[in-house]
């Protein structure tokens, strides 16, 4: 199986961002929920104060079921929008989460394989940036002691 078709078996690849990410999503939601409440409450005053009596005018329980409703839509959304930005998120900390480790292992010396990024995945041309580099920094170590004995 290629890289490009093997899935994420992780949830969370790299928390500190991705975690930042779910919490900045979800003060997004709590801003358009207030959003949404205010523009409820202020359509409902308007109406109360417009010359056409019950044009607009709201009944106070008519108006907590249409907060109630509001809140319990946005509700119902929040985990589909929570789960696309993980998995949008994938596509851009996963790969370089992947160049990270490759960048580690050259760090120790270890001899490091050409590098892939699944398919859809963001940073596609610094994989081959990056496999260029090692592919001669791997060349010049295998040569190295080779240059020194003789």
């Known amino acids: ?4 078709n093997y899935k994420r078996r992780r949830i969370l690849i790299d928390l ?12 997004y939601w709590i801003v358009s929920i207030f959003a949404q409440v205010l523009i409820i409450h202020m359509v409902c ?10 044009a607009f005018s709201v009944p106070n329980l ?22 696309d930005a993980v998995r949008l998120s994938h596509r ?12 580690q292992a050259l760090s120790r010396g270890e001899e490091v394989a050409p590098i892939a990024f699944r398919a859809g995945d963001f ?22 002691p080779e240059d020194a004995t003789a």
């Open 1 to 4: 199986m290629t890289i490009a």
């Open 16 to 27: 500190p961002i991705q975690g930042a990410l779910l919490i900045r999503v979800g003060l």
């Open 45 to 54: 005053i308007l109406g109360s104060l417009s010359a056409a009596p019950n």
């Open 62 to 83: 008519q108006l907590r079921w249409l907060l109630e409703l509001v809140v319990f839509a946005s509700a119902l959304v929040l985990p589909i929008i929570l789960f």
């Open 92 to 103: 851009w900390v996963g790969p370089i989460f992947r160049l990270r480790s490759a960048l």
């Open 123 to 144: 940073w596609q041309e610094v994989a081959g940036d990056f496999n260029v580099v090692a592919a001669e920094l791997n060349r010049r170590r295998r040569s190295a």
